[in-house]
């Protein structure tokens, strides 16, 4: 019943059309900018196309996160934003044990990815342009070079910041967990004091880079 509450009150921005409309637009405005109108209806068929397969990826990260950390689908978006805000923690404590495992599960994809992700965006946001310079549009070549620098710097920034948050949120959790109850009580059920592996939750061990 809590999983149907929740899906119902999900809200309009964390809906699969919303996610596909908004990878649209930004697509469509951004191949605009660089080529001009002339050839829109390509650029259209294109960003449907990348549209499609980018809300298709999204939502099944979604569900794969709602399985692993056992809560539903529609709820991942907004435990991710109070997670991201360092916000209110969940009543509910079946759902601050599903945020913990999310923050687990994110700390691990991030050390799992950050030594090929940020090289492969950098090469990626810095190669195109050097093809447009080799093309002669220096126009273009400039502003994927601008685009790109403020794009990667606003990644380290928030990736940083994201990080820091998931560890607050994860100390505030274990907190209510365990403030004012007795031995047996002072575990929330699903998390315990331990992590996988018999790693502390929420110790220095268990942050990614940054954390601190």
């Not at 790109?148 to 990736?159: I, K, Q, R, S």
């Amino acid at each position: 019943m809590g999983s149907q509450e929740h899906g119902q009150g999900q809200r309009w921005q964390d809906r699969w059309w919303v996610v596909g409309l908004l990878v649209l637009v930004v697509w469509v405005g951004i191949r605009l900018a660089f080529d001009g109108w002339s050839g829109w209806p390509g650029i259209l068929v294109g960003g449907l196309v990348y549209a499609g397969l980018m809300t298709w990826f999204v939502m099944r990260r979604r569900r794969r996160d709602a399985r692993a950390v056992g809560t539903d689908a529609a709820r991942v978006p907004e435990l991710e934003r109070r997670i991201a805000k360092n916000g209110e923690l969940p009543d509910d404590p079946a759902e601050q044990a599903a945020m913990i495992r999310l923050i687990r599960r994110r700390e691990e994809k991030l050390r799992r990815n950050r030594w090929w992700a940020f090289p492969l965006l950098a090469l990626i946001f810095f190669g195109i342009p050097v093809f447009w310079f080799a093309a002669g549009n220096v126009g273009a070549g400039l502003w994927g070079l601008a685009f790109g620098a403020a794009f990667l710097g606003w990644m380290v920034w928030f990736n940083r910041r994201f990080v820091r948050r998931m560890a607050a949120m994860r100390q505030r959790i274990e907190g209510v967990g365990t403030e004012g109850v007795g031995t047996e009580g002072a575990r929330i059920e699903g998390v315990g004091a331990e992590g996988g592996g018999g790693r502390p939750v929420g110790g220095a061990e268990g942050f990614a880079h940054g954390a601190r």
